[in-house]
């Protein structure tokens, strides 16, 4: 039967449950680190940490919907079918096995896990922990039908309240003053909370997670277009309410914890001195909670929504197999150790995330160009064109060495002539210019019928 619409209950599990499949591991240590980095410039930081790490994926969970397409592929096939396929599959496997799903056991080991095994050999720990947490992630991604009972009913809920009792803790009892910013926080703290924000990877799992969501929504029984648009929406503003609460939370324990603790290379070690400093053993043993179900619900997530995705492009694998092989690559890869996971998901993300904000600014405009390929094309082709040379920048960066001879021409030609290149946003100018330019040519000079997308 029918349904018009559903109860705000059932919005609120559905809300909850994207809550938690967005909710992992760097969710918790890049606002703990925005925090004590931001100090005093703590509000516009994490204003434009929002924006990249809330504002997006709720776009990328609507954007999906008001597009009418059926998955991330057939969105991104607007600029051509062949990159629809390349990019949704190299997106899956930043979110995925490469970097996001690995992270998510490293991140909890390292951080709360490691504190409390005194002497015992690190690498051994990691093997077996990292083992144990990809085979229940395994077994809880083999029957993606059961997810929302799962995730949305079980984990999430235990998940919010312990991450509730560490922030309400800081701010009755504080455990001192705001310390003052740091680096880019103190010249432009607005902008390096914007890039900063990519780091969640929300954004990207945005537009998979939202496949998810809206499946859950029809299986309640909605079925028009503008039904499921809405209760997609109302669900997402649901999850962006409580990503937004515990990120504000979250940073603002880091920025009071530099003058007690220091400055620490991560946010990992904000939340274990917090956790000790108010509980003590019990506030580390709460802190592994926090972090295995943080991480775990992230991880049945990403393992069903790949493995989903590659048995459409590969029908021969079944999902079951296609799953293990994620698990299994996963668990190999987490074996290397957090530093370096992100070491290399970041240039990475500065390579992927332009195109992917691109993508969502013209599925939202795209009426108004009747979904030319023309425009499509030429604005993705243009942010590539920039997002590739970040990518690079970022990739010599982290390996610290100098970049190219050819790589150093071309990022001060960026720098020089392209508005907002130093604070990461040099494709932002360009792909409006040409949305509005390929937008008149569509239009005027290009003969009807040759490239609508139909």
């Known amino acids: 039967m029918e349904k018009e619409k559903v109860s705000f209950s059932e919005y609120l599990v559905i809300g909850v449950m994207l809550f ?10 890049f606002p703990a680190h925005l925090g004590q980095l931001a ?7 994490i204003f434009g940490f929002l924006i990249t790490g809330v504002g997006l994926p709720l ?41 996001a799903i690995p992270r998510t056991a490293t991140v909890p080991f390292e951080v709360s896990i490691l504190p409390l095994m005194g002497d015992v050999n690190p690498k051994i720990s990691l093997f077996i922990f990292s083992f144990l947490f990809f085979a229940l992630t395994l077994w809880l991604s083999l029957n993606p039908s059961k997810i929302v009972d799962r995730v949305g009913k079980l984990l999430s809920p235990a998940l919010i309240i312990l991450l509730i009792v560490l922030i309400v803790l800081s701010v009755i009892n504080p455990i001192g003053s705001t310390g003052r910013a740091q680096g880019e926080y103190l010249s432009s703290p607005f902008a390096k909370g914007f890039v900063e924000g ?4 929300d954004a990207l ?4 997670f939202a496949i998810i969501v809206i499946n859950a929504i029809k299986a309640l029984g909605l079925k028009s277009n ?9 669900s997402g503003v649901i999850s962006a309410l409580f990503l937004g609460i515990i990120y504000i939370g979250i940073a603002y324990m880091g920025s009071i914890t530099v003058q007690t603790f220091g400055l620490f290379d991560t946010g990992g070690p904000v939340l274990s001195n ?16 926090i972090m295995i179900l943080a991480c775990l619900t992230t991880s049945i997530g990403l393992i069903t929504s790949c493995a989903e995705y590659f048995n459409t492009l590969l029908p021969n694998v079944s999902y079951k197999v296609l799953a293990i092989i994620f698990s299994v690559v996963s668990f190999v890869i987490a074996n290397f150790g957090l530093a370096n996971i992100i070491a290399f998901s970041v240039p990475v993300l500065m390579f992927l995330y332009p195109l992917t904000i691109v993508l969502m600014l013209l599925t939202f405009v795209s009426p108004l160009f009747d979904h030319s390929q023309i425009v499509y094309a030429g604005t993705i082709s243009v942010t590539f064109l920039i997002s590739i040379v970040d990518g690079l920048k970022a990739l010599c960066d982290s390996l610290k060495i100098d970049y190219f001879g050819w790589l150093s021409s071309i990022i001060s030609f ?3 002539f392209l508005p907002l290149y130093s604070q990461g946003l040099g494709w932002l100018v360009p792909a409006v210019i040409v949305i509005v330019l390929t937008t008149v040519i569509s239009k005027f000079f290009v003969r009807e019928g040759k490239t609508v997308i139909q």
Do not use: C
């Open 274 to 289: 917090v956790s000790s400093y108010y509980l003590g053993t019990l506030g580390l043993i709460m802190l592994a909670m």
């Open 39 to 45: 100090g005093e410039n703590l509000w516009p930081s």
């Open 59 to 99: 776009l990328g969970i609507i954007a999906i919907g008001y597009s009418g397409t059926n998955n991330l592929q057939e969105l991104s096939s607007r600029v051509h079918p062949i990159y629809g396929v390349l990019f949704t599959s190299l997106l899956y496997l930043t979110i995925g096995p490469f970097f």
């Open 414 to 416: 960026y720098n020089d």
């Open 198 to 201: 990519y780091n969640t990877m």
């Open 226 to 234: 503008k039904g499921i648009l809405l209760a997609t929406f109302k």
């Open 20 to 29: 938690a499949l967005f909710f992992g591991a760097g969710n918790l240590i």
């Open 205 to 208: 799992a945005s537009l998979v």
